[in-house]
């Protein structure tokens, strides 16, 4: 994946040493989650909405119903994406120092819809795939009739930035002997046991990855 310089739109200006824009750095933090939010302008007036997503090379996917409006007007204007994990909540010997600890991406661009049915298709199993690997294999067959009643973009990641913060809440020198707990507690997504739906609990269950 070949992630061109930082553009005007995706420069981080507010702590600027905070950024990242290596190819590497973009994807391990895209595909380390599942939903992002899409923001765009529809009928004059701004849009953000919670979205799955997936990444496949240089790309992320989102999709929905062939008769979802905002999908159709990705597709006609530039659009926002963005993709936040919240490693850890900082805490500091004053309020204002408290922090978080995070990773987060913003694209900017232009989506494109996917057409071709046997691109769909493929798509959608690059999708369940990343929602629980192995699994598409297990399923029925996808229909001729759901892969027209499903719409699908995909956004190029030529524009493109990281924002990552880490480590220690960062206090004054003066605040250092102040008596209060200072630190980080650290933040985790983390997959629950699985529910079978009935009738089904003779069946394996599926093994879910939240790195």
């Not at 553009?7 to 040493?17: A, E, G, I, Q, Y």
């Not at 939903?35 to 790309?59: K, Q």
């Not at 597709?75 to 004053?94: F, K, M, P, Q, W």
């Not at 699985?194 to 093994?207: K, N």
Request: hydrophobic share 40%; charged share 25%; aromatic share 6%.
């Amino acid at each position: 994946m070949d992630v061109k310089p930082a553009s005007d739109r995706t420069r981080v200006r507010r702590l600027p040493k905070r950024g990242a824009y290596d190819a590497t750095t973009i994807a391990r933090i895209l595909d380390a989650g599942f939903v992002c939010s899409v923001g765009t302008v529809r009928d004059g007036a701004p849009m953000v909405i919670p979205m799955l997503y997936w990444r496949e090379d240089d790309r992320v996917y989102l999709h929905g119903s062939q008769d979802s409006r905002l999908l159709s007007a990705l597709c006609e204007s530039e659009a926002c994406v963005t993709v936040t994990h919240l490693d850890g909540i900082v805490l500091a010997r004053s309020a204002f120092h408290h922090s978080v600890n995070y990773r987060s991406v913003a694209i900017v661009g232009r989506p494109e819809l996917v057409s071709d049915a046997a691109e769909k298709e493929r798509a959608l199993h690059a999708f369940v795939e990343r929602l629980a690997p192995h699994r598409w294999k297990t399923l029925r067959p996808v229909t001729q009739k759901e892969l027209a009643l499903t719409k699908i973009v995909r956004m190029p990641l030529d524009e493109s930035s990281a924002k990552v913060r880490t480590g220690p809440p960062v206090d004054d020198p003066g605040d250092l002997t102040w008596p209060c707990w200072a630190g980080v507690v650290p933040v985790t997504l983390v997959a629950g046991k699985p529910l079978p739906e009935s009738g089904s609990e003779s069946f394996e269950a599926p093994t879910l990855s939240l790195e």
